[in-house]
């Protein structure tokens, strides 16, 4: 990858090591911390909910003669065609009815709000379970895009660096295209492909961000970085599609990989600040990262029926794709200048 390193001291002082340490353990602390928070489903466990949806699952979905429906529940059976395409059953839409009537009752007597199947009762928009979401993480995914003709015109065709902050488009776009997937319908399926995702986005970060701070530009020593990457991914995978997929565990891993990554920033950021003015962009972005998952934390009945901490959370990090992208074209910037550096391709093998 990459560019002679700049001059450094030949030591690091223990106070530095300290520093770094204690930033990367702060930022793992405050992830572990939004996901100790997660407080569990109770709505689908009240016997009025388990009543209400066993009634219309007879009394509606389970009738093999609808001419004794009403309108009202004709309705219910009969599902409209946004519905339709989002696959709804009229199980499904029993649920969520019986859901809806049991929160705006919970509302009006000013009583506890439920969590049901471990999500918050959420309108839905055009069979989307959770639409805000959905479009959060669309636009996440847009500042991705935006980002492409960005890096095709700022990144030298002969940088090391230009094919794995490309690649890291491709990864983004990914990521948040499920996320969209899963928050419009919530199956293991739809859960799984956006868990993975994710943690591959997450792998990704360190994979290319190891390759820029060392300046790996041998061809050779990215492949064997890239399996050595690639190995635990695949093992962690495997280990919740075919063993148990374990939550827990889950954000344990991803919280460390995060953690490792923001720690390969923090340092190049606390060696470089002197030098380089922009050094601090990555140690905020990452701050900023951390800040925003703790919405987690403060996990609260979706305002309107429509925002909760989630969303917020995936709104949060809408800016910080742009700002992210602005720090990767300025850091190439400087290291291709030829002034302070000098530009190394990505195709020397020596």
Sequence with gaps: MSLPPSPQPATRSAPLRRTRLGLALLGMVAIALCASFATASSGDQLPQYRDCVKECDKDICQVSDLSNLTDEQLQVRELDLPLRLTHWSCLDNCRYLCMQSITEAASDANEEIHQFHGKWPFFRLLGMQEPASVLFSLLNGYMHVLAWPKLQRGLPKDYYMRRFYLGYVFVGVNTWFWSAVYHSRDWPSTEKLDYFSAGTAIMYGLFYTVIRITHMVNVRAQLLWGIVCLIPLVLHISYLTFVHFDYGYNMAA??????????????????HWRERPYAWQPTIAGA??????????????P?????????????????LIPMWYKFLL???????????????????RD
């Design 288 to 301: 900023l990262i951390t800040a925003a998952m703790c919405f987690e934390i403060l996990d609260f009945p």
């Design 254 to 271: 991803t919280a460390t990989i995060g953690g490792i990554h923001n720690l390969w920033w923090i340092g190049w950021s606390l060696t």
């Design 330 to 348: 300025k850091d190439t910037e400087w290291e291709t200048s030829s002034k302070r550096g000098t530009l190394r391709s990505a195709s020397h």
């Design 303 to 319: 305002l309107w029926g429509i925002l909760d901490a989630h969303s917020l959370w995936h709104a949060a990090t809408i800016p």
